[in-house]
């Protein structure tokens, strides 16, 4: 899957456009540090404006907590099977407390055992988009009830970002973090 070198291509700075450059430095003041990703979408000055915009409000403005949307970034990875995103948000989760008993149900992709209704809601709808089905009713109302309808749309728009991220890494190759220290 990941086997042969990384596609993606570095710009170096000196030909970084004005609008690059603006890009990068939006995207590490809004989140403090610039993510891989931005390696292959800096490619497209506006895709890079229009995604830095909106992965920035997802990843520090959301109602969702740090544990619950790592929780949903480390689903949808392994959705498409994105081992570079796999392994960095399984990273950042167990950083928020995530047990680890409950990480290791993760890697073996068993039913985790989930301590919160927010958590169970958040699987519900991943499970239901992963097994390509609507969510049923019950789970759907679960998820407004417990994520409130802006949590519920925020969740939605982490899978379909996190889809971006985890195409993009696995597509170009991007090689595993280097272990934790």
């Known amino acids: 899957m990941t086997d042969g070198p990384a596609r993606?291509?570095?710009?170096?700075?000196?030909?970084?456009?004005?609008?690059?450059?603006?890009?990068?430095?939006k995207?590490?003041?809004?989140?403090?540090?610039?993510?891989?990703p931005f390696k292959v979408w800096l490619h497209s000055?506006?895709?890079?404006h229009a995604i830095e915009h909106l992965g920035t409000m997802l990843n520090k403005q959301s109602t969702l907590t740090e544990r619950e949307f790592e929780f949903a970034i480390v689903l949808i990875a392994q959705h498409w099977e994105s081992p570079f995103v796999i392994e960095s948000h399984i990273r950042f989760l167990r950083n928020t407390g995530f047990p680890e008993n409950v990480l290791q149900q993760l890697a073996a992709r068993t039913p985790p055992a989930?301590?919160?209704?927010?958590?169970?809601?958040?699987?519900a709808i991943y499970k239901a988009f992963d097994s390509k089905q609507v969510a049923s009713d019950d789970v759907f109302a679960h998820a407004v009830k417990?994520?409130?309808?802006d949590g519920f749309a925020e969740l939605i728009a982490f899978l379909g970002y996190y889809t971006a991220v985890?195409?993009?890494?696995?597509?170009?190759r991007q090689p595993m973090p280097a272990p934790e220290k």
């Not at 000055?45 to 890079?48: D, H, I, P, Q, W």
């Not at 989930?114 to 699987?123: F, P, S």
């Not at 417990?146 to 309808?149: A, N, S």
């Not at 985890?166 to 170009?172: G, P, Q, S, V």
């Open 8 to 25: 993606y291509e570095d710009i170096a700075d000196d030909k970084l456009s004005d609008s690059q450059k603006d890009v990068l430095t």
């Open 45 to 48: 000055a506006k895709l890079s």
């Open 27 to 36: 995207v590490a003041a809004g989140r403090g540090r610039v993510p891989t």
């Open 114 to 123: 989930l301590e919160t209704e927010r958590e169970k809601a958040i699987y």
């Open 166 to 172: 985890a195409m993009a890494m696995k597509i170009h």
């Open 146 to 149: 417990v994520l409130g309808r």
